[in-house]
């Protein structure tokens, strides 16, 4: 079946712009998460979702940061008057909360956002 | 909080020789642990996890790892690896009973060398 996936694969957007990333999770998954990959800085948890809300954004590295997903499906992640330092691949995972408890989260191919 | 720390940033290693890939882990809670791996140009797919019972689990491709409590060490192993084995390869760690984020080790960078 169909796996998790993000668009665009690749943004490049000069600094101060804002953008938006989304997310197509598994169908079904009910869980969303939302992480980033970048040089030094290896691979950080941003957000989880449950659903449409979102209980845990402890992540987030600024105000500028703010995702939303709505329908319990797709979500977008938007990064306001970018920076520089927020080049990096943009990775979004889900799962079903009703695994088993085998907490396997599946990840997509991820965005690379490079901003100049 | 849990923090995890992969020792190793870049292993070496020829062709059907055994390969090492450090992990530990620091939390004040139980966890669950993970190892996933990065093949090039592809995304993160799970490799192999603990959640309880047996401390030693294994992949479908050879791999396994330990969990050692007194140590809080999840290392990963593999008697014999092989070219395709090239990739880069994380440990996680989830709280239990915690929200499901994950929290990863910077990494270990495998390459295998005919």
């Known amino acids: 079946g169909a796996g998790v996936s993000q668009s665009p694969s690749n943004k490049v957007t000069e600094k101060g712009k804002d953008v938006e990333l989304r997310c197509d999770p598994i169908?079904?998954?009910?869980?969303l998460y939302w992480y980033r990959q970048s040089l030094g800085q290896g691979l950080e948890f941003l957000i989880y979702?449950?659903?449409?809300?979102?209980?845990?954004k402890s992540g987030l590295p600024s105000d500028r940061f703010s995702a939303e997903r709505t329908g319990g499906s797709v979500s977008t992640l938007t990064i306001q008057r970018t920076q520089q330092e927020d080049s990096a691949v943009y990775l979004c995972?889900?799962?079903?909360?009703?695994?088993?408890?085998?907490?396997?989260?599946?990840f997509g191919p991820g965005t690379r956002l490079t901003v100049t | 909080a849990q923090s995890v720390t992969q020792l190793d940033s870049q292993v070496p290693v020829f062709e059907e020789a055994p390969v090492e890939l450090r992990c530990n882990y620091s939390?004040?809670?139980?966890?669950?642990l993970f190892w996933y791996v990065q093949y090039p140009n592809q995304g993160l797919q799970l490799l192999l996890k603990?959640?309880?019972?047996?401390?030693l689990v294994e992949s479908i491709n050879g791999f396994e790892a330990e969990f050692n409590k007194s140590q809080t060490s999840f290392h990963l192993r593999k008697p014999s690896v092989h070219i395709s084995d090239t990739a880069e390869y994380f440990c996680?760690?989830?709280?239990?009973?915690?929200?499901?984020?994950?929290?990863f080790g910077a990494g270990t960078r495998l390459a295998v060398h005919p």
């Open positions: 995972a889900s799962s079903s909360s009703s695994d088993g408890g085998n907490y396997e989260q599946y």
């Open positions: 169908s079904g998954h009910t869980a």
């Open positions: 979702f449950q659903g449409n809300s979102a209980p845990d």
């Open positions: 939390s004040s809670v139980s966890v669950y």
């Open positions: 603990y959640l309880s019972g047996s401390t």
């Open positions: 996680a760690v989830k709280a239990r009973g915690g929200y499901n984020k994950l929290i």
